[in-house]
C-alpha cells in the first residue's frame, strides 16, 4: 500500500522525475508548485496539481488540509549558483522563507516524514581531495550553498522540535532525462548549454582552464536524473519503514568527469563537433567535487544505473523537443 507524498517544485526538472518515479511504485502524489520554472505538462493527468508559492504558510497549509499527506518531498527552490551570487537575498529568501514554512504547515499537520533536496554545494571546495563523505567539512562557496545548508539545520531543528523524520538528499550535477516531456529545458545546467551550442554551432565556454585536476577544467559528479528519481523513491520507502531517521546522503555516482571530458561525451552523443572557448573561474565554484556514495547504498540500498554516456545521449535525444516546450 502506498502512502500519500506532497512534492514540492514537482513540476521542475527534478521534481517532476521524481513525481513520476514515485507514483510508478505505487504511491499517491500530491504537486505543489508555483509554475515561476516548472510545468505543469510534465504531471501525469491524474497528479493533483496545487498552484502555489511555498513561502505562503497559509497556501502551504490549506493544500495540506486539503490532501493530509504522511510525508513531504521539498524540492521548491531557486538553484543557479551564478545568480545566487548576484542576488543573494532573493535566494535567503526564497529558499529559506520557503522551507520554513513548510516546516511549519508539516509540525501543525503532524506530517510523518520529511525528505529535503540539498546539495553537494554545501561542501564548498573540499580540504582532501578524492569521494566527499557526509560527515566531511561543510563551508559552502556562494549563496546558494549556504542557504542548502542552513535549510538542512531548519529540518534538523524542526524535527527535533515536531517529531517527524526526516533525510536530506546532497545531489551532486543532476542530467540527463527520462523523456522529453521531462527533459531539463532550462540553460543553468552544463549539459542543455552544450547541447545548445551544439544545435547552434556556436562555441561553448568552460569556465575555468587553471584548475588543479587531470585537464584543468572543473570536475564534477554527473548523476542521471532517473537515478535521482529512484534515490528519492528508496529514501521515501526508508522513511516510511524507520531505516532512515535523521540523516543526509550523497546521491551521486562515486565518478568525476571533467567540463572538457562532458563536451566530448556530447560530441560522442551528437555525432557533430563542438568547439569551446576557455574563460575565466566563475566566482564560488570549487575545482573538483565527487560523492562518496558508501552510505546511501548501505542505508536505503540505492545506487546508480547509469553512466557518462547513458547520461549524455538521453539528454542529448531530447533536447530538441524539451527546447520547444
Not at 278 to 299: F, L, Q, T, W
Request: proline letters at 4%; charged letters at 20%; one cysteine or more.
Amino acid at each position: 500500500m502506498g502512502m500519500r507524498w506532497l512534492v514540492t517544485g514537482g513540476a521542475g526538472y527534478i521534481g517532476a522525475h521524481v513525481v513520476h518515479a514515485l507514483q510508478a511504485t505505487g504511491n499517491d502524489v500530491v504537486v505543489g508548485d508555483d509554475l515561476s520554472t516548472g510545468i505543469a505538462a510534465r504531471l501525469p493527468q491524474d497528479v493533483p496539481l496545487e498552484r502555489l508559492d511555498v513561502c505562503d504558510l497559509s497556501a502551504v497549509g490549506e493544500a495540506m488540509s486539503r490532501h493530509r499527506p504522511d510525508g513531504v518531498i521539498h524540492l521548491a527552490a531557486r538553484k543557479d549558483v551564478a545568480e545566487s551570487t548576484r542576488q543573494p537575498l532573493r535566494y535567503y529568501q526564497q529558499n529559506l522563507d520557503g522551507l520554513r514554512s513548510v516546516l511549519h504547515a508539516v509540525a501543525a499537520h503532524k506530517v510523518k516524514h520529511v525528505l529535503f533536496s540539498s546539495s553537494a554545494a554545501v561542501y564548498g571546495n573540499p580540504v582532501r581531495p578524492g569521494p566527499i563523505l557526509e560527515t566531511a567539512f561543510t563551508k559552502p562557496e556562494n549563496p546558494y550553498g549556504r542557504t542548502k545548508l542552513i535549510g538542512e539545520w531548519l529540518l534538523r531543528d524542526a524535527a527535533a522540535s515536531a517529531g517527524f523524520s526526516w533525510a536530506a538528499l546532497r545531489y551532486f550535477n543532476v542530467a540527463g532525462a527520462g523523456s522529453a516531456a521531462l527533459a531539463d529545458s532550462g540553460l543553468t545546467n552544463l549539459v542543455p548549454r552544450l547541447l545548445k551550442a551544439v544545435k547552434e554551432g556556436s562555441s561553448a565556454t568552460v569556465y575555468g582552464g587553471d584548475y588543479p585536476t587531470r585537464d584543468g577544467s572543473a570536475i564534477r559528479d554527473y548523476v542521471h536524473v532517473c537515478d535521482v528519481a529512484e534515490a528519492h523513491v528508496q529514501a521515501a520507502l526508508a522513511l516510511a519503514g524507520g531505516a532512515l531517521r535523521a540523516d543526509v546522503l550523497n546521491v551521486g555516482r562515486g565518478t568525476g568527469a571533467s567540463v572538457l571530458e562532458m563536451i566530448n561525451a556530447v560530441v560522442r552523443a551528437c555525432g557533430a563537433p563542438l568547439s569551446y572557448v576557455v574563460g575565466p573561474r566563475r566566482e564560488g565554484d570549487p575545482g573538483e567535487v565527487v560523492a562518496s556514495v558508501g552510505e546511501i547504498a548501505k542505508k536505503v540500498g540505492w545506487a546508480a544505473r547509469f553512466g557518462l554516456d547513458d547520461i549524455v545521449a538521453s539528454a542529448a535525444g531530447h533536447f530538441a523537443l524539451a527546447s520547444a516546450v
